[in-house]
């Protein structure tokens, strides 16, 4: 209950901030048997944050993968609404690309980051009961727990999939700037692939550790136009990458990695793998490095 949140805590004090979103503050937390949560808290009043909420309640509720941020409880209460998740210590993946975290994620780690965060997307389109299409996959909606295994997280724009239903026509296109689908912008038409498409910025995001759009330029764009079909060692990308991983030695597996992310941002949804022909093939990189 709301009470028993608050008395047990001191949960929503401003030194308890952990981020703001879209709908209101996040704070850490701890439950009375002692167990460390981030809660959520909707600003008061917000009819639109009533609605998002009540869609991240359904959904998440239904929800139980190692790699999906898990819904542990939720209160409406004396004009409260808040959602409780488990707590994830080292933030998000933007923070620790971005050096801001203080964690040095090396290559091999950033596999399984890819590996862990496409496995639960993997289930969302695939074992959850209706399909789940994220709709707003990016490296802040990725988070990493205290042994760094990634989870992706924040359904506030996710949309149940009508049964069967390919192709849903939905009247206003969501998403993030620099993460968006090009076709579904163009047809409206969203489907599990457009969340194959952000993902795939992740990845180029995993080589670069730059943000997709920086000074105006597109990382999608900017990988592209780095690619020489002669240079089968990527001498041309290597300015592009993160020079925390770039002066690391051997990158196991690197050009599949460039190869599945680019595959990833093809402008037609058909040429891009599903999400568990991905979770394959980067299994199938990590399994050759014995
Ligand atoms: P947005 O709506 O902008 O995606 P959120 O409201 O989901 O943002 O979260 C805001 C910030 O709070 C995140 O960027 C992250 O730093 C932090 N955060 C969110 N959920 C958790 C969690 N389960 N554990 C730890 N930190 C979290």
């Known amino acids: 209950s709301y009470d028993e949140l608050k008395?047990?805590?001191?949960?929503?004090?401003?030194?308890?901030?952990?981020?703001?979103?879209?709908?209101?503050?996040?704070?850490?937390g701890m439950l009375s048997d002692g167990q460390v949560v981030a809660i959520k808290r909707a600003q008061q009043g917000s009819m639109q944050g009533g609605l998002e909420f009540k869609t991240e309640i359904e959904l998440l509720s239904r929800v139980h993968h190692?790699?999906?941020?898990?819904?542990?409880?939720?209160?409406?209460?004396?004009?409260?609404?808040?959602?409780?998740?488990?707590?994830?210590?080292?933030?998000?993946?933007?923070?620790?690309?971005?050096?801001?975290?203080?964690?040095h994620l090396d290559w091999?780690?950033?596999?399984?980051?890819?590996?862990?965060?496409?496995?639960?997307?993997?289930?969302?389109?695939?074992?959850?009961?209706?399909?789940?299409?994220?709709?707003?996959?990016?490296s802040t909606n990725i988070l990493l727990d205290e042994h760094l295994t990634a989870k992706v997280a924040d359904f506030g724009l996710s949309k149940l999939v009508a049964d069967g239903g390919k192709g849903h026509v939905s009247t206003q296109v969501k998403g993030t700037l620099g993460y968006l689908d090009p076709e579904y912008y163009m047809t409206q038409q969203l489907t599990e692939k457009s969340d194959v498409y952000s993902f795939g910025v992740?990845?180029?995001?995993?080589?670069?550790?730059?943000?997709p759009i920086e000074k105006g330029k597109y990382i999608v764009r900017e990988?592209?136009?780095m690619m020489d079909k002669?240079?089968?060692?990527?001498?041309?990308?290597?300015?592009?990458?993160?020079?925390?991983i770039r002066n690391s030695g051997t990158l196991i597996g690197f050009g599949r990695f460039l190869e599945l992310a680019l595959q990833c941002v093809e402008e037609s949804a058909a040429d891009r793998p599903t999400m568990s022909e991905l979770v394959k093939a980067i299994e199938t990189i990590l399994q050759n490095d014995g």
């Open 230 to 244: 002669n240079d089968e060692e990527h001498y041309g990308l290597r300015e592009l990458m993160d020079r925390s």
């Open 202 to 211: 992740v990845m180029l995001e995993l080589i670069t550790a730059r943000q």
């Open 7 to 28: 008395k047990c805590t001191n949960n929503f004090s401003d030194s308890n901030e952990i981020g703001s979103g879209g709908y209101g503050k996040v704070y850490r």
């Open 66 to 103: 190692k790699n999906v941020v898990g819904l542990l409880g939720f209160c409406f209460e004396q004009g409260e609404q808040m959602l409780v998740y488990e707590f994830m210590p080292n933030g998000t993946l933007r923070e620790s690309l971005s050096g801001r975290s203080g964690i």
């Open 108 to 138: 091999k780690r950033r596999l399984r980051i890819t590996l862990g965060s496409a496995r639960g997307l993997a289930y969302l389109h695939e074992l959850a009961n209706p399909p789940i299409i994220h709709r707003d996959v990016k």
């Open 223 to 225: 990988v592209r136009l």
